[in-house]
C-alpha cells in the first residue's frame, strides 16, 4: 500500500518557472525523503527532511514539511528541461524502522 | 551513475518460468534492498538483506525469494511467473541497516516481461 500521494500526478511547465509538488502521508514519520526518477531509470536520492525540520535547502530545490498537516512540497526553482522526470516522496514510520514506502510519484514535464 | 550494477537489464519470458535478478551494491554498502515497480502498484518494497541476513520484508510474494552472498552481491529469483509480474525491479542498497534513515542508491532496474 501506498503512504505518499503526490499531487499533481503530472505538471507540465516551460524553462526557468518553478515547478512545486506535494505529497501527503498517512502516518507519523521520523523522516521524508525526496527522489527523482528519470523515464525507465533508477530513483536518485535528492534531499532528507528530518521530522524536526520544516523547510531545508539543496541547490534549486527547497523542501517544506508540515507535521501536522501530514504534507511536504517540494520546490524546484528556475527549472530547466533536464528537470524532466518523475518526483517521489517516500516515508519511514517511526513505528516501522526497516521500510521506506514510496508515494505515488509526480510526473514533470519542463518544455524549453 | 549510482555504483549499483544489476543484471540482465532486460528479460523476456513466458508464464510459469523461473529467472533470477543480479544485484551488485556500491562498495562498501551492505545493505540490499529489492523493489517492484509496475504501472498499477507504483513502487513497492519487496526485501532487504543486511550483511547477508533477511532483515526487512515487504510486499513480496511466496513465489519470490531472495538471497544475499557472502561478497554481497543479492539475487532475486522469481518462480511461476505470471503476466502481472512484469515490471521492473529495481536494486538499491545502503551502507547501514536502517532504510528511512541511509540514502538508498538505486540501480538502472531489471525490465521484466511475462509473456
Known amino acids: 500500500s501506498q503512504q505518499g500521494e503526490e499531487d499533481p500526478q503530472a505538471l507540465s511547465i516551460q524553462e526557468g518557472e518553478n515547478a512545486t509538488m506535494n505529497c501527503s502521508y498517512k502516518?507519523?514519520?521520523?523522516?521524508l525523503q525526496w527522489y527523482r526518477q528519470n523515464s525507465g531509470r533508477g530513483l536518485v536520492h535528492l534531499i532528507l527532511?528530518?521530522?524536526?525540520?520544516r523547510e531545508k535547502h539543496s541547490g534549486r530545490l527547497r523542501v517544506t514539511l508540515d507535521t501536522s498537516k501530514k504534507s511536504s512540497s517540494l520546490l524546484i526553482t528556475a527549472s530547466r528541461a533536464a528537470d524532466t522526470a518523475s518526483y517521489f516522496c517516500?516515508?519511514?514510520?517511526?513505528?516501522?524502522?526497516?521500510?521506506?514506502?514510496f508515494g505515488t510519484g509526480t510526473r514533470l514535464q519542463v518544455f524549453p | 551513475d549510482s555504483g549499483v550494477t544489476q543484471t540482465p537489464k532486460h528479460l523476456i519470458t513466458a508464464t510459469g518460468q523461473r529467472v533470477t535478478l543480479r544485484c551488485s551494491p556500491r562498495?562498501?554498502?551492505?545493505?540490499v534492498y529489492w523493489y517492484q515497480q509496475s504501472l498499477d502498484q507504483g513502487l513497492q518494497f519487496l526485501i532487504q538483506?543486511?550483511?547477508?541476513?533477511?532483515?526487512a520484508k515487504g510486499n513480496i510474494l511466496e513465489r519470490f525469494s531472495a538471497q544475499q552472498f557472502p561478497d554481497l552481491h543479492s539475487e532475486l529469483n522469481l518462480s511461476s511467473l505470471e503476466l502481472g509480474d512484469s515490471a521492473l525491479y529495481f536494486c538499491?542498497?545502503?551502507?547501514?541497516?536502517?532504510?528511512?534513515?541511509?540514502?538508498?542508491?538505486f540501480g538502472p532496474g531489471t525490465r521484466l516481461t511475462v509473456l
Open positions: 538499491a542498497s545502503s551502507v547501514g541497516t536502517t532504510a528511512f534513515t541511509d540514502t538508498q542508491y
Open positions: 502516518t507519523s514519520i521520523n523522516n
Open positions: 527532511i528530518r521530522s524536526n525540520e
Open positions: 517516500a516515508t519511514g514510520r517511526s513505528y516501522n524502522t526497516d521500510k521506506l514506502i
Open positions: 562498495s562498501g554498502d551492505l545493505s
Open positions: 538483506y543486511y550483511n547477508g541476513e533477511e532483515r
